[in-house]
């Protein structure tokens, strides 16, 4: 799995891990933006203390899951500015693909919630295009959901239509769903934000091929009612520019 930020993994399969052998988790970022705004929020001074904080959320939450730590690898991105590194991350996944050559690798949607989730899926798509264009067998591109703007504010626990992704999502049994609610309850930084999310169902589907370059959906994307440091044009700009430097501009831009 190649997440964003500590708390999408149980937001997308929380409830799945457990059951699940032979996971690796990789995240993009330490979830502490370089705004000291969810820092003071919670009481903390400095950007080291919110990521430390986050890391340990995450290390509880896994450990109810029963991921090993030795599975779990972190690229040390900043929170918000993964699309500024797209060449990088995109390097980076392509290299860890090689090196443990999964069958599957799961990661966000392309769909404007938030950029360092479409920077993910970008970082993906990318490295298993790089791979298979090396001849190295590539893995299947699972997304889980995440969240999109909505007529209501934010839509979770649903994809963006797509004519072409066929969409597992299967209701979670309930003991499931109560070892995804105390995986929740580790994240007390992120209370707010979790209130938004379902624990009865955690949807997949086979990822569609997506051209980065244009926006996933008509209108304001979610991302661009907050102040993240990036809007849709700026996010598409550097991904078109990244999709030509990594040789993939045919494909993905």
């Known amino acids: 799995m190649i997440v964003a930020h500590p708390d999408d993994e149980v937001i997308g399969v929380g409830a799945r891990l457990c059951t699940w052998r032979d996971v690796r988790l990789v995240y993009a970022t330490n979830g502490a933006p370089r705004d000291m705004r969810d820092a003071y929020r919670v009481g ?4 080291e203390a919110y990521a430390t904080l986050r890391r340990a959320e995450r290390e509880r939450a896994l450990r109810i899951a ?6 779990v690898h972190e690229l040390g991105f900043s929170d918000q500015e993964t699309a500024r590194e797209l060449v990088d991350c995109a390097a980076r996944v ?11 690798v799961i990661t966000h949607p392309y769909e404007g919630g938030h950029p360092d989730h479409d920077a993910c899926a970008f ?5 298993v295009a790089m791979l298979a264009r090396d001849g190295v067998p590539a893995p299947t591109r699972l997304e889980m959901s995440s969240y999109h703007v909505a ?17 597992d999502d ?30 009865a169902i955690e949807p997949l589907r086979i990822a569609p091929r997506y051209r980065f370059g244009t926006p996933p959906h008509d209108g304001v994307l979610f991302y661009e009612n907050f102040d993240w440091g990036i809007t849709g044009h700026e996010w598409r700009a550097l991904a078109r520019g990244a999709a030509h430097a990594l040789g993939l501009s045919g494909q993905m831009a």
């Open 66 to 71: 029963g991921v090993d730590p030795a599975r």
């Open 123 to 127: 970082a993906v798509s990318a490295a």
């Open 151 to 167: 007529p209501n504010g934010i839509s979770t626990g649903t994809f963006l239509p797509s004519e072409t992704a066929l969409t």
């Open 94 to 104: 392509a290299v860890l693909l090689r090196g443990t050559r999964p069958r599957v």
């Open 170 to 199: 299967a209701r979670l049994p309930l003991e499931l769903r109560d070892r995804k609610r105390a995986m929740f309850a580790c994240f007390g930084s992120q209370r707010q934000t979790l209130r938004y999310f379902d624990c």
């Open 44 to 47: 903390l001074s400095s950007r």
